[in-house]
C-alpha cells in the first residue's frame, strides 16, 4: 500500500457509497455510547429496534444506573450476550454518572477503561460523538485492510495503525464509513459482489480466487 493508491480506493468508494452516516438510531452521546456497547455481535439494525424501548424505559445514564438487571436483560435479551452487555451497561451509567457528572468523556485512555467499551467502542464514540478523528476497526473494516493490502496479515491494531498512515487525519471518519458499508454491503466475507466491483484492481481476494481457478 502507498498513499496514491489509497486515495484512489477512497476516491472511488465515495462514488460507489453516496451517502455514507451510521446506521445505528442515536440522538445524543448517551445513546450512541449505550447502542454501540449493544452492537457487539449482532446487527444495526436489530439493536435499533431494541433501543427504541430501551431509551424511553431509560432515557439517560442516570436512568440507567438504577435499573434492574433483570429489567434490562429482558428488553435487550434478542441481540444476545444480553447478560453481559446489561451488566456493562448498567455499571458504565453508574460510573459516568457518580465520577464524571453524567458526561461521557472525549478521552480514548478513559473510554477504554470503562465497562464494555474497547478500543473499537471508544473510537466510535470519539469519531460519531465528539467528531474527534478516530479510526475504528471493526471486522469490515478488518477485512477490507487484508482484502485491499493495507496490510498483508496482523490483527485490527495493525489495521488501524495503516489507515491511519495512508488516509489523511480529516477524512479519518468518512473513510471508517465507506469501508465500513462497502463491507457490509458489497464486499461481504461470504458471497462478496466482486463480478461488477469497482475496486477489482486493487483486491488481493479476487486475484486469490482467480489464481485458484486457474489451477
Not at 450476550?81 to 451488566?87: G, T
Not at 479519518?172 to 462478496?192: D, E, Q, S, T
Amino acid at each position: 500500500m502507498n498513499k496514491k493508491t489509497s486515495d484512489e480506493i477512497i476516491a472511488i468508494l465515495k462514488n460507489i457509497i453516496v451517502n455514507p452516516k451510521p446506521e445505528l438510531d442515536f440522538n445524543n452521546i448517551y445513546e450512541l455510547s449505550i447502542a454501540v456497547i449493544l452492537s457487539a455481535q449482532t446487527t444495526d439494525k436489530k439493536v435499533n429496534i431494541i433501543t427504541k424501548n430501551l431509551f424511553k424505559k431509560y432515557p439517560d445514564f442516570k436512568d440507567l444506573k438504577d435499573a434492574k438487571i433483570d429489567d434490562v436483560i429482558k428488553i435487550i435479551k434478542p441481540l444476545g450476550l444480553a447478560n453481559n452487555k446489561a451488566k456493562n451497561i448498567i455499571n458504565l451509567s453508574k460510573i459516568i454518572t457518580e465520577e464524571y457528572n453524567g458526561i461521557m468523556p472525549g478521552n480514548f485512555d478513559i473510554l477504554v477503561t470503562l465497562p464494555g467499551i474497547g478500543r473499537k467502542t471508544a473510537s466510535v464514540i470519539l469519531a460519531l460523538g465528539f467528531n474527534i478523528p478516530a479510526m475504528p476497526v471493526d471486522t469490515h473494516l478488518y477485512r477490507m485492510a487484508l482484502r485491499l493490502g493495507y496490510i498483508d496479515s496482523g490483527d485490527v491494531i495493525k489495521a488501524e495503525e495503516a489507515y491511519k498512515k495512508y488516509i489523511d487525519k480529516d477524512e479519518w471518519i468518512l473513510a471508517h464509513h465507506l469501508f465500513l458499508l462497502f463491507g457490509r454491503y458489497y464486499c461481504k466475507a461470504a458471497n462478496p459482489k466482486c463480478s461488477n466491483c469497482e475496486l477489482k484492481k486493487y483486491c488481493r481476494y479476487i486475484k486469490k480466487i482467480k489464481h485458484i481457478n486457474t489451477k
